[in-house]
């Protein structure tokens, strides 16, 4: 029996349907994919597409044994009607994805690859697809083992109903619990070990105004490997000056590490000692910077407001992960949420107790999971236009919240990538710097800018132009580029069709792209990997766009567009410290 199990001939429908699933795993997605990661994809993406085709045959064969006697035989082979068709779906596909990855490289602005690549694609997808199969039936094997040691003592009946319920529990502990659930904790020791140590030329400040350094109510050995990148890049007075023309001040830097306290209210307790004892309160700018991930702080968003407001300035970060974003992403939100909260919780308690003229202006920043982080402590637009004078929020996450409510309150005829929202009073979302500046008409349909070669798809009814008002204070800013992963995936693409796919398309995703169930949330998950290695203004790379925003923010008395243009220049040859 144990034999006949792992040996035995594929089922056909399954083949048929993953067939099916691994073509049109090769049709554009949001991003471009190197062929071994499309393999891997396709693979993955034949699996599901097998295991769908199996179930469905089975509740067939199910249904046919009560409806009465099985079909006949038909005349031609089914199987060699299969491999006919295989023979020509494949290679017509492969031929339609070379084509499709070469025009979202276009789009994207990413060097081209060798068509014959693509070939391999299918042996890669077939070995990760036969893996897959292989150890599903292995976990087959498994159930019916346990189902006929139940039967022993039971009902055969209940013996199946109890085996297979108890089957699929032990199997999602074995590879929920103890698997994935190993896998993410070596992860963590691993990223645990990592946060211990310290990348060369980062050395230990010797300013007092940051944290670490000389005085500091946190050691420099507690503020993790991200926490003390971050305090180290601080521009001092002097490189602030020679961009100012005018003197400048040291910016405040503050930082607190997993290691620094014992608990996110307790961090936030310590971040909020080191503001007062570095005199934060008497800067003219005070920013609450929600991390992302290991406690990472992306340096272009930090030095360009220090540039724009001559080091003015004090920045409060804190950690709450050994884990990097990705991982974080999926299972580890919670955490991003909880520290944002307390952070700027305690930050803006202290900042209240001051005197109305006296304050800082209280300004809060999160990328990715920490633009998820202060809108999870916030949960509503108002409440961040009441509780902050000033936001950033770099490529939010779907299911960021307040990010959700913009999106599906935007004005009639914005679309999804680029809203409006209550006429851009308050809040303005934009992929490139020119879209925060101007207060021109937004038409989508001259919004779309198709790569050489492509024709932009016409959207079904001509849209109503949106004419962007003043931008009245206090501003939020969302910076989204239309080929982000991190902002669009979400569980619904598994059966509903996205806005953000419905003509006419963002200016960087191929109109060619498609919606097809389940498909296109296995593709834009796959997205994920690579979506922090593409060129500024694309997948979830914000680098171009992030000191534009603070200048649409929080630009101060008389900076001008020339400004803005150095500031550009200046903040384009920053690392983002990651």
């Known amino acids: 029996m144990t034999s006949k199990i792992i040996s035995r001939r594929p089922d056909l ?35 599901i597409g097998y295991t769908l085709g199996v179930l469905a045959a089975t509740c067939y064969r199910a249904a046919r044994s009560w409806i009465g006697p099985p079909p006949r035989r038909p005349a031609i082979d089914p199987g060699r009607v299969l491999t006919w068709a295989a023979a020509v779906a494949i290679p017509v596909s492969l031929i339609g994805g070379a ?106 400040p010797p300013s007092g105004l940051l944290a670490g350094g000389p005085g500091s109510l946190t050691p420099w050995e507690t503020l993790g490997r991200e926490g003390r990148i971050f305090v180290a890049h601080t521009p001092d007075a002097g490189r602030i000056a020679a961009f100012t023309g005018r003197p400048a001040k040291h910016p405040i830097r503050v930082y607190a590490g997993l290691g620094s306290a014992a608990s996110p209210a307790q961090q936030a307790g310590l971040v909020v000692r080191e503001l007062h004892r570095t005199g934060a309160f008497d800067r003219k700018i005070l920013v609450v910077a929600a991390s ?22 004090a920045i409060a970060a804190m950690q709450y992960s050994y884990l990097p974003s990705w991982i974080s992403f999926l299972v580890d939100r919670s ?35 920490g633009a998820f982080g202060i809108e999870g402590a916030l949960r509503e637009p108002d409440t961040l236009l009441t509780q902050a004078q000033g936001a950033l929020l770099v490529g939010s996450p779907r299911y960021s919240p307040i990010h959700r409510q913009v999106l599906a309150g935007r004005d009639p005829g914005s679309p999804v990538w680029r809203p409006v929202y ?112 593409m060129p500024p203004g694309h997948g979830h790379d914000y680098g171009t766009a992030i000191p534009a925003g603070w200048v649409a923010v929080a630009a101060p008395e008389g900076w001008t567009a020339a400004d803005s243009a150095r500031l550009q220049a200046l903040i384009a040859q920053v690392r983002s410290g990651q």
């Not at 554009?28 to 034949?46: E, K, N």
């Not at 109903?161 to 103890?178: E, R």
């Open 292 to 313: 992302t991930g290991t406690g990472w702080v992306n340096q272009k968003a930090a030095q360009a407001v220090e540039y724009l407001h001559g080091g003015d300035t």
């Open 422 to 533: 209550r006429g851009g009073r308050h809040i303005r979302t934009a992929q490139h710097p020119a879209d925060l500046t101007s207060a021109a008409t937004l038409h989508p349909a001259t919004a779309l800018h198709p790569a050489p070669g492509l024709t932009a798809t016409a959207p079904p009814r001509p849209p109503r132009a949106r004419v962007l008002g003043e931008w009245e204070q206090p501003r939020v800013a969302y910076l989204q580029n239309a080929s982000d992963p991190v902002v669009w995936w979400e569980p619904e693409l598994l059966y509903q069709r996205p806005d953000w796919l419905r003509a006419p398309v963002g200016p960087d995703v191929n109109p060619r792209m498609s919606w097809w169930p389940i498909i296109t949330f296995w593709q834009v998950l796959a997205d994920l990997v690579a979506a922090a290695d």
């Open 99 to 204: 084509h499709a990855q070469g025009e979202v490289r276009r789009l994207i602005g990413v060097e081209q690859v060798e068509g014959w690549e693509l070939l391999l694609v299918p042996l890669l997808a077939a070995l990760v697809a036969a893996a897959f199969v292989l150890a599903a039936r292995l976990a087959r094997l498994a159930v019916r083992a346990l189902i006929s040691l139940l039967a022993r003592v039971l009902p055969r009946r209940a013996a199946v109903a109890a085996g297979f319920t108890l089957g699929v529990a032990l199997l999602t502990l074995v590879v929920w619990d103890l698997l994935l659930g190993s896998l993410i904790n070596r992860t963590a020791a691993g990223f645990g070990l990592a946060d211990g140590t310290t990348p060369p030329g980062i050395t230990r």
């Open 13 to 47: 429908t399954g083949l048929a349907l993953a067939l099916v699933f691994f073509c049109l795993s090769l049709t554009p997605s949001l991003l471009p994919r190197p062929w071994a990661w499309q393999g891997v994809v396709g693979g993955i993406t034949a699996a």
């Open 335 to 369: 955490r991003a949420r909880e520290a944002a909260g307390e952070l700027f919780a305690a930050v803006r308690r202290e900042w209240a107790r001051l005197p109305v003229g006296d304050r800082p202006r209280l300004l809060v920043y999160g990328e990715s999971l």
